[in-house]
């Protein structure tokens, strides 16, 4: 048999985080730039959107490009259609029309050029679904489909909802989609020490408690609340890696006052993050991927 050196098959995990998950696009910009490119792709809520738009063929370039766009709140609003009386405050038609223009009305999983898995949560069963066939747009949908934001989305018999409930950052999704080797980037507040030294540089909005992650404009009470559910979504998280195993795991430093749900204005900041984040660790990365002696 001859040796034959080549490099392990390389997947990405993109986790969610809202106007945050845009430091995606920076990590995705930086590995180009370096000739590094995914052979496997996964993503939950906004890591599942810049996912498959990075799939579809969207380059890092273009959607900086688009996302600038949407710092102005003008051009924001264009997808807001406010439904208070359905599952969602957003009705999501304006949105769904945005990804049908950028991803293509009739595209499938089947017409990409690698595996893509977006991750859901059943809201019925509260099982976790893994999308990996079907209609693009409508698993992009279903995958940032926020409770009380947005409704569930309809697949087959059941309703999904953002995966970020029980999987927000799918490196064991990448790793069943034949990744050899899994670089995960984990998005989410971090809570304790590190938060201290972020929040040390961070530019804060006026109304923001120390060390809150919670939107300032809502009341003390639902700031509280939301606080609770990231406190726990968060160590969800950091356990579902331990037991994922990935080879490498980027946290890209995003001031602590962008949250899921504030800060559009300001969403090229996390797309900086996320290059400065890759660029910091460009080694560590041509480390885990380094060519491995294989036998054929």
């Known amino acids: 048999m001859t040796p034959?050196?080549?490099?392990?098959?390389?997947?990405?995990?993109l986790g969610g985080g809202g106007v945050r998950g845009l430091a995606h696009i920076g990590i995705l910009s930086v590995l180009e730039r370096e000739g590094i490119r995914p052979a496997v792709l996964a993503g939950t809520s906004m890591g599942g959107l810049v996912a498959a738009a990075y799939a579809v063929g969207l380059s890092p370039e273009a959607l900086t490009r688009e996302v600038s766009e949407f710092t102005h709140l003008r051009r924001l609003l264009t997808l807001v259609d406010l439904a208070?009386?359905?599952?969602?405050?957003?009705?999501?038609?304006?949105?769904?029309?945005?990804l049908i223009d950028k991803l293509g009305k009739d595209t499938t999983f089947a017409d990409l050029p690698m595996p893509l898995g977006l991750v859901a949560v059943d809201i019925d069963s509260g099982e976790?679904?893994?999308?990996?066939?079907?209609?693009?747009?409508?698993?992009v949908l279903a995958t940032c489909a926020v409770p009380g934001i947005f409704s569930p989305v309809r697949w087959g018999d059941r309703c999904l909802s953002d995966g970020g409930i029980l999987n927000n950052?799918?490196?064991?999704?990448?790793?069943r989609l034949g990744a050899e080797v899994v670089i995960a980037v984990d998005v989410g507040p971090e809570f304790g020490r590190r938060q201290s030294e972020t929040e040390a540089h961070a530019h804060r909005?006026?109304?923001?408690a120390r060390g809150s992650q919670a939107p300032g404009f809502l009341p003390p009470l639902a700031r509280d609340l939301y606080q609770s559910y990231l406190i726990m979504a968060h160590a969800a998280t950091q356990d579902r890696l331990r037991h994922a195993h990935p080879d490498l795991v980027l946290r890209p430093d995003i001031p602590a006052d962008i949250t899921a749900f504030s800060g559009f204005t300001r969403a090229v900041e996390p797309i900086r993050a996320g290059e400065r984040e890759a660029k910091a660790h460009i080694a560590m990365v041509r480390e885990v991927i380094k060519p491995g002696l294989r036998l054929f």
Not at 5 to 13: D, K, S, T, V
Not at 205 to 208: D, I, K, R
């Open 4 to 13: 034959l050196i080549r490099q392990p098959r390389l997947g990405l995990a």
């Open 169 to 175: 950052v799918p490196a064991d999704v990448a790793r």
């Open 205 to 208: 909005g006026p109304t923001a």
């Open 84 to 98: 208070p009386a359905r599952r969602g405050l957003l009705q999501g038609d304006r949105v769904r029309s945005f």
């Open 128 to 139: 976790e679904v893994v999308l990996t066939q079907g209609p693009l747009v409508d698993a």
